[in-house]
């Protein structure tokens, strides 16, 4: 079970926090992260940490805005957002998987993910 906390209204420059707490599975966790979905588009990955090893990915697009955290002992992550865009808008999406293909295209991949938190919004206003 996922459970995310940080959405809200934030004006655009501003910066904002998501936290996501996993718990039920811990054992089987070795990846944590975001997604999000705007309103009309597909699911787009942000970035996720692997545990084992400690690395982190992220979204082309977002990397330095966007900065990924977390604590494995207590199965948390954090998503820090900084200047964030209109366009940033959207539901944002923990995510949690055990064994990805070590590749970019699996990692960014929504298939590779079978734990979903309920999503969280975000909403920049302009």
């Known amino acids: 079970q996922l459970q995310a906390s940080g959405g809200g209204l934030v004006q655009a420059g501003g910066s904002l926090r998501l936290s996501c707490a996993a718990s039920g599975r811990a054992f089987t966790n070795n990846h944590m992260g975001w997604f999000r979905q705007a309103p009309g588009k597909e699911r787009e990955f942000i970035a996720v940490?692997?545990?084992?090893?400690?690395?982190?990915y992220y979204s082309d697009s977002m990397k330095g805005r966007f900065t990924l955290s977390g604590d494995k002992a207590k199965n948390t992550v954090h998503l820090q957002m900084s200047s964030l865009k209109p366009e940033d808008t959207a539901v944002y999406y923990c995510v949690m998987a055990n064994r990805i293909r070590p590749i970019l295209s699996s990692i960014r991949s929504v298939n590779s993910y079978d734990a979903w938190g309920q999503g969280t919004l975000v909403t920049v206003s302009s």
């Open positions: 940490i692997r545990w084992s090893g400690g690395s982190t």
